[in-house]
């Protein structure tokens, strides 16, 4: 009775959240009335999160000795709450997860930390769809050693699971993967790939950047051996990110980094990013307190439906990635506009208060994949809205129609 009780609070506190309301986001409520549709790069802040910060310099700042309580709250204290708010939030527990500055640092510190597993002519499997993050890690780590590098293909504009299951042998190491390109929307099939490379007992990581800002990341599920996400594309402040390391692969890895606190954590040396991690344990709060999956992502899925229509009614524009799926679960649309500059066209947007990602988004195996030069890239979250799109959408008309 008293579960079923909390249940409809939480029912109703979820449902009371507004798709598509920019008030809660301060830099959304400017009188210069910025239409942010770069959400795929990085999300505006709630409140919450913004406040947080405050509240850490003023509350927590500076007593990271532990003892000195009387005079501020205790920051490791907060610091280790929030590595157990993350751990929860998917899934796994407090000591598989890792803080780091970002995905880019995460897999940084995989490839480093784990580099001595690899040997000359090993293997390392990554998709056609990464983002440079999780290939230029692997590229480096191959060329040091001898290794191979071996990049699945796409087909169809998805990755290629039969070529990926051809593609593994004695000599694969390890298999890299996102969830969600940055570039096009396009969703890898994450499931299968773990669960062959699990047959032949290889070690997965999986940057779900793309995915964990739009739906449930539980890593029981998905059964991953490393994870990496950044912080600041789900409402966290910038400098925060988390690797998570499966209990069972932890004693493979070797420390990244060597100096003062690793008595404390072993691949946490240095002083961290506590205020960081205070800001990151609020925006997953403010998911807990208002974020429904499922809404949000049927919600992000109209709005690129909308653009998506929009889009094609304007003559030369090729949209990259699978229409049909970034219509039912997409967050963002990658396209370009015949021989308009596509620099010019996002110069245009910006003067007018629209910013939207103009190039090749970090992604050169995507770009040589799909075979486009710079593409301009639409991302939502949460607050935006229908109005947000048609406005966007008779701008391009505008300027694609001169
Ligand atoms: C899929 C993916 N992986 C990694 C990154 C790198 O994230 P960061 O720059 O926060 O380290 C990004 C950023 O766009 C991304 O989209």
Redesign the pocket.
């Known amino acids: 009775m008293k579960k079923l009780f909390l249940a409809l609070i939480l029912c109703a506190s979820l449902s009371a959240f507004e798709y598509g309301s920019k008030g809660g986001f301060p830099a959304l409520n400017k009188d210069s009335g910025l239409v942010f549709l770069n959400n795929?790069?990085t999300t505006q802040k709630p409140r919450e999160v913004i406040d947080s910060l405050v509240d850490y310099y003023e509350n927590y700042n500076g007593c990271l000795s532990r003892g000195n309580v009387v005079v501020c709250k205790n920051p490791m204290a907060s610091y280790e709450n929030s590595r157990i708010v993350v751990a929860d939030f998917i899934n796994a527990s407090s000591e598989e997860i890792v803080f780091v500055r970002?995905?880019?640092?995460g897999i940084n510190f995989i490839a480093h930390s784990w580099a001595h597993n690899i040997e000359k002519d090993d293997e390392i499997v990554i998709s056609a769809l990464e983002?440079n993050?999780?290939y230029l890690p692997w590229k480096n780590l191959c060329e040091v050693k001898g290794a191979k590098l071996h990049v699945i293909p796409l087909k169809d504009g998805h990755v290629d699971i039969g070529a990926y299951k051809n593609m593994i042998t004695s000599k694969t190491k390890l298999i890299a993967i996102?969830k969600i390109s940055?570039a096009t929307g396009t969703y890898l099939p994450v499931k299968e790939i773990i669960a062959f490379a699990k047959e032949k007992d290889i070690p997965v990581l999986v940057?779900v950047?793309?995915a964990i800002p739009y739906e449930k990341i539980d890593v029981k599920i998905m059964n991953p051996d490393f994870l990496v996400f950044?912080g600041?594309k789900m409402f966290s402040p910038e400098g925060i990110?988390v690797v998570y390391i499966k209990a069972e692969r932890r004693e493979e890895l070797t420390p990244y980094m060597y100096g003062g606190g690793m008595d404390i954590n072993l691949f946490e040396a240095g002083t961290p990013s506590a205020a960081d991690a205070y800001g990151l344990q609020t925006a997953i709060k403010f998911y807990q307190d208002n974020i429904d999956y499922s809404k949000l992502q049927k919600h992000l899925a109209r709005l690129c439906s909308r653009l998506i229509d929009g889009l094609e009614q304007i003559e030369g524009v090729t949209i990259y990635g699978d229409k049909e799926e970034l219509k039912s679960k997409g967050h963002l649309v990658s396209f370009s506009a015949g021989d308009k500059d596509p620099f010019a066209i996002g110069r245009y947007l910006r003067m007018l208060g629209f910013v939207v990602r103009v190039g090749t988004h970090?992604s050169d195996l995507s770009r040589e994949s799909f075979g486009y030069n710079d593409t301009i890239r639409v991302s939502f979250h949460c607050y935006n809205n229908a109005e947000d799109v048609d406005r966007l959408v008779n701008l391009l008309k505008r300027v694609c129609n001169v």
Do not use: L, P, R, V
């Open positions: 795929a790069a970002g995905a880019t640092e983002h993050a999780n996102s940055n940057d950047s793309q950044s600041h990110g970090c």
